[in-house]
């Protein structure tokens, strides 16, 4: 154990070392003490490495072809990266973490970093895309069908071949039977002996051109879309793939006064990049607007506020509240639980396991749909069985009760099963050298059991306040943040600041995201900073037994 | 409860004696487990009921069924794709706990046996991430997950891998937490000793720690097939065809109604669904009940 | 080390067999892209929630096998409209969207949907209202195929008459009430945190109103109705049927309980639409359906008219094939039925009407129901509108100050419109 090899290893590394690999004088399960390096672990090795070889190169081809450059870089570098790892006898703790971590980058470190970054904007429904896009949506969504014009039977044509060659409307006008074909350079008549017409007025078949189907059409959609062709009033936009009509946009962006025109009207909206829309003089705005950048307007709103930062702290010290009694309670009553059935002379402990974990075998929000019901003041189980007459959403401690004992429902089989486990696995040879000793059970539970379940559970209860401090379903689907003040709809007796965000940042005139993500960087600095602290403390008791 | 060792002396002479130390020893455990039982079960007594009505709803002051039909669950076989929704999510569910309670255990193991720079801010780094509201997170994934489906369709939404590789991001959450705690009340010289003995670090990992962290491994993996049936959020917004549903997102689909739905066939198939969830715990129950003890003798 | 060494070159060796497989794989997908231009086949995507999905998937998959094209109906359960702005924001949205009409509003200003050009002979097909509900900005954006309203519903073998008013049916009520023949005087669901939807019959009659409207008939969010004295007395006149009143409101009548509680023979009176008939028919009660009364010597009692419509995603990969099926296709009688049969709301297609109203006179009991009422507001601001005044709406009928309360709640719905 003294002699290392791998030198730049660093001696604390003690227990996860890589074992020494000059051939020590012990004895070896092993034959080939010299070479730890065993067979099988290098079959495993070399197949794992294989595959990720071959997911690699399975991946690359749709980049290279779509020409992500950057992409195809990350992707090589990862998978050298990954290849170096486990070729190399060094970074030990890496080839463990690894795994875990590329999945967690990917798919929860880039998302929290995207939403963050959204809170300095002004993201939301009206201001979701690009100024491009709601220049589009603009222009689109005024295309007007010109008065009194014709609405024409459309064909889909081309001259050349029906999946590349250039695309012709062939309209025929259903008052006089005359086709015309149109492209990019306008409509001409056609002769009527060279097409024939259905009776619906669709054009079957006309000299030099191949008529495309519907499965063809619709291959080429956004050609077709995008083909207009112009008439003396507006312009023959295809409307589907069987008709077709003369339209006009009535709205057009300007880029020389960075505004739109109304052409009926002659208003004008003015884009306003600091709030990310079109203005007008009179103050009316477009609905299409487009994300900017609001910089810290989203932060100083939360602080400012009085709707905001008004009943913030009442909020969060219930919300402290529902996390601690929701952790609370239900390890207290699992782990009571599990002390109870765990006994070698129990019998049918497995009926009770089977039976006590069903709650949460079962979808979540379908029981707590069934729990608001039970605790309604007039129809529910609760005060009909107990011949009360509360009103348990009515009012606000009752609520909160309420509320916690159906997390308590929901959660103690969770920590019910977690400490069983942990009972198991604490040596028995522990506690029977306490009762030896004459310790009374509750003497032995408390300097034996107790400490050794804590070191096990305690990162975990840890965890599950983190997870109920944000426990959102257990509030929206029960009492909504209710009961709320009648003079104040916005902030409710049972409230977390996640509901609380959630209603504020998506029951206003369409969702607000920027600001949501910005009350959650709030939140969630608040419970960093709890969870910190209390994760300090398990230091010490980490260092006990490591 | 820790007097097991005079547990099998018997005093015959008095049987009431003998009655009422039956009780302090293993009757009041009883009273404790079917008063848990009791509270347990009575509120999934209302969803047998509704599922058992043929009128399917979800309210009535009566916890007993009040009629019997099986109906509603005829009716979910033949009007909905239940067979697929229960396929999926088994596959899903099973394949996802599996490779996440591996990658966990990988994770954990060195969070508990190694001292490495920013091993504790990884931690905290690990608990500080599963604190974000996953709602905003949505925006972020239709993000990802649109060009990967362009590029990689065989991975984009819809598709079960897709949504597994999604899981995967959750891995190291709680569970590698739950599993670290655990790693670390094992006696460090079980390790050593093997070291010692030539054993490489991963010889000791899949040889020696993970046999004895048979329970935990157990718990967690049930926990993470119970999460993945039931995770409904992320798959909601992925799974969109009929056929590639899972139960969660299929059977919200029952109830999700604007303003009327079909809570009968939906208390059915919840009833189902907790089906897969009690066999897996009965397979993964022995290596619960187990334990250290047995593990800690062989080693 | 000769053993590491075989390692590698057993690594690489692996490697290339690996992706032997994996370029085989990929040659699929670059095929595809090569056949996309060449047009072989269009694809046609739609969302819907999960029962308008069972009952499109057949008619979809006709109109795929007689176009050749492939059509694909797919559920989103929860946040449809979320997620369909999302998802179209991003390039992965449907070709086409089914939806309520009041979306129209969040659609339009996230550029999410385009308009739809029907023809004059095709929008005269349609019922007036139904036209009214999907016009936003003097533009159509969607095709409507149902409209829906709420209605009293009565047992008859309880309440034989139809009551006139809202006072007429209180008496009614307590009578039974008195005979222990039912316990509820009517079911309006409420719940804890109210239902603006169900109570805006009474809160019309009472003189309230959301917002008033343009000159040119649209909605105008400048003028917002809640918290005027007009809304104050409307809620005052709501109070008094509340738990401290007459209990015929009560906050314990939900969402989940208040058509059980109908079926179950423990109210004479429901307000409910055409959803909970199927519910009644299957409880065997005997019922008749009538306008939802006003209150006696108050004004006219009109419900919300929502209309069920397709949408033409503007981001779709096949927008003229979207648009085909929206303009040519939804527009046919045939489609309507089908929808009525899976789900009875009144179709929106005259044509449609008539041909099931012979055989379901609910239906025309609940379109006349719904004759006076309003078109839902597509406003977007009408988002803002529906939890504070739910909210208020319980508080009042939990005995709060009206006049207090639904200030309050105006104060409220006006900070957050823009």
Known sequence: ??????????????????????????????????????????????????????????????????????????????????????????????KYLVPGTLFLIAFQVFPVLYTASTAFTNFGDGHRGSKDDAIVAIQTSSVKQVPGSTEYALSIATKGDPTTGPLVFLVTDPKTGEVSAGDAG???????????????????????????????????????????????????????????????????????????????????????????????ADGERLAQGWKVNVGVQNFSRVLTDPDISGPFFGTLVWNFAFAIGSTGLTFLLGMAIALALHSPRMKGTNLYRVLLILPYAMPSFAMLLVWRDMFNSDFGLVNSLFGLHVDWFGEAWSARSAVLLVQLWLGYPYMFLVATGALQAIPRELTEATSVDGASPWQSF??????????????????????????????????????????????????????????????AQGAEFGMAATVSIFIFAIVATVSAISFSRTRRQEDVYS | MTTYADAPVANRNATGKARSRWFAQVGWRHLVGVLAVAFSVFPILFVLSAALNPLGTLSSTELLPTGASVENFTNLFSRTA?????????????????????????????????????????????????????????????????????????????????????????????????????????????????????????????????????????????????????????????????????????????????????????????????????????????????????????? | MRIRTAGVVAVLGLALAASGCGSSDSDKPAAQESAKPAGATGKLVIWADDKRTAALKPFAEQFGKDNGVTVEVQAVSKDLQTNFVTASQQGSGPDVVVGAHDWIGNLVQNGAIDPVQLAAEQKSGF?????????????????????????????????????????????????????????????????????????????????????????????????????????????????????????????????????????????????????????????????????????????EAQPFVGVQ??????????????????????????????????????????????????????????????????????????????????????????????????????????????
């Open chain 3, 127 to 299: 019922n007036e209202t139904a036209i009214k509900a999907v016009t936003f900005n003097g533009q159509v954006y969607g095709v409507p195929y149902a409209t829906e309203n709420v209605a009293l519903i009565r047992n008859t073998a309880l309440a034989p008459e139809a009551p006139k008013t809202i006072e007429d049916l209180v008496a009614a009520g307590k009578k039974l009430k008195a005979d222990k023949k039912a316990s509820e005087i009517l079911c309006l669901q409420s719940g804890q945190n109210g239902d603006a939807y169900h109570v805006y019959p009474l809160y019309t009659s009472g003189g309230g109103y959301l917002f008033g409207t343009t000159a040119n008939g649209d909605y105008d969010p400048k003028d917002l109705g809640v918290g005027k004295p007009e809304s104050i007395a409307a809620f005052q006149k709501i109070a008094k049927l509340g738990e401290k009143g007459e209990g015929a409101l009560k906050r314990s009548i939900t969402g989940e309980n208040s058509i059980a509680t109908f079926t179950s023979k423990k109210c004479a009176f429901l307000v409910s639409g055409p959803w909970a008939i199927a519910d009644a028919k299957k409880a065997n009660i005997s019922y008749d359906i009538s306008p939802v009364p006003g209150f006696a010597g108050g004004k």
């Open chain 2, 82 to 299: 239940f067979v697929h929704w229960f396929l999926n999510s088994l596959l899903l569910a099973g394949v996802a706990s599996f490779v996440s309670i591996f990658l966990s255990a990988l994770a954990a193991y060195a969070f508990s046996r190694m001292r490495f720079v920013g091993r504790r801010v990884g931690l905290l780094t690990l608990l500080l991430i599963q604190m974000f509201p996953q709602f905003l997170a949505i925006v972020a994934i239709f993000l990802i997950f649109t060009t990967v489906t362009d590029l990689w369709p065989a991975i984009g939404f819809n598709t079960p891998w897709g949504l597994f590789l999604l899981y995967m991001g959750g891995a190291l959450g709680a569970n590698t937490w739950l599993m670290k705690g655990f790693f670390d009340t094992l006696p460090k010289e079980l390790d050593e000793s093997a070291t010692m003995d030539g054993a490489t670090h991963a010889q000791v990992f899949f040889r020696i720690m993970l046999p004895l962290v048979a329970p935990i491994l157990a718990v967690t993996g049930l926990l993470a097939f119970i999460g993945s049936i039931n995770e409904f959020i992320i798959a909601n917004v992925f799974l969109t065809n009929t056929e590639s549903k899972t139960l969660a997102v299929g059977m919200f689909g029952l109830v999700a109604g604007e303003r009327n739905n079909n809570f009968g066939m939906f208390a059915a198939g919840t009833l189902l669904t907790a089906i897969p969830t009690v066999l897996v715990f009965q397979l993964l129950q022995r290596y619960i009940v187990s334990g250290l003890t047995a593990g800690a003798v062989k080693g």
């Open chain 1, 446 to 507: 408390k300097s034996v059991t107790l400490p050794l379940l804590l070191v096990a559970l305690s990162p975990l209860l840890i965890a599950s306040f983190a997870y109920n401090f944000n426990n959102i379903n257990a509030i929206w689907l029960t009492t909504e943040g209710g009961p709320f003040a009648p003079d104040n709809p916005t902030n409710g007796a049972t409230d977390l600041l996640i509901t609380y965000t959630y209603r504020l940042a998506f029951g």
């Open chain 1, 186 to 280: 306008g409509l001409r008549k056609l002769d009527a002996a060279e097409v024939t017409v259905s009776p619906t007025g669709k054009v079957t078949a006309a000299n030099g051109y191949t008529i495309l189907n519907f499965g063809q059409a619709s291959g080429r959609s956004p050609e077709i879309t995008n083909l207009v062709v112009p008439t003396p009033g507006g312009a023959l936009r295809s409307n589907g793939l069987s008709r077709a009509y003369e339209g006009k946009a009535v709205r057009a962006y300007d880029a020389g006064c960075d505004c739109v025109k109304d052409s009926e009207t002659g208003k004008t909206w003015t884009a306003d990049e600091a709030t990310g829309s079109f203005v007008a």
């Open chain 3, 309 to 418: 419509a397709f949408y033409v995603a503007a981001k779709g990969k096949n927008k003229a094939l979207a648009q085909e099926f929206v303009t040519n296709y939804v527009t046919k009688p045939e489609l309507a039925v089908a929808l009525y049969q899976a789900e009875p709301r009144p179709p929106a297609l005259t044509a449609a009407f008539d041909q099931v109203k012979g055989t379901d006179p609910d239906l025309a009991k609940f379109s006349e129901a719904g004759k006076n009422g309003q078109v839902l507001p597509a406003i977007p601001a009408m988002a803002a509108i529906w939890d504070p005044f739910g909210k208020a709406e319980a508080a009042i009928i939990g005995g709060a100050d009206p006049a207090k309360t639904i200030t309050a709640a105006g104060k409220t719905i006006a900070g957050q419109i823009k």
């Open chain 1, 1 to 94: 154990m003294s002699t290392s090899l791998s030198g730049p290893e660093p001696a604390t590394q003690a227990p996860g070392r890589e074992p020494v690999r000059s051939g020590l004088p012990r004895t070896s399960r092993d034959a080939r003490n010299h070479a730890p390096i065993t067979a099988t672990g290098l079959i495993v090795k070399v197949v794992l490495l294989g595959l990720v070889a071959g997911i690699a190169i399975w991946a690359a081809f749709p980049l290279v072809e779509a020409g992500m450059w950057i992409g195809l870089a990350i992707l090589a570098v990862t998978t050298a990266g990954l290849f170096y790892l486990y070729l190399t006898r060094r970074h030990i703790p890496a």
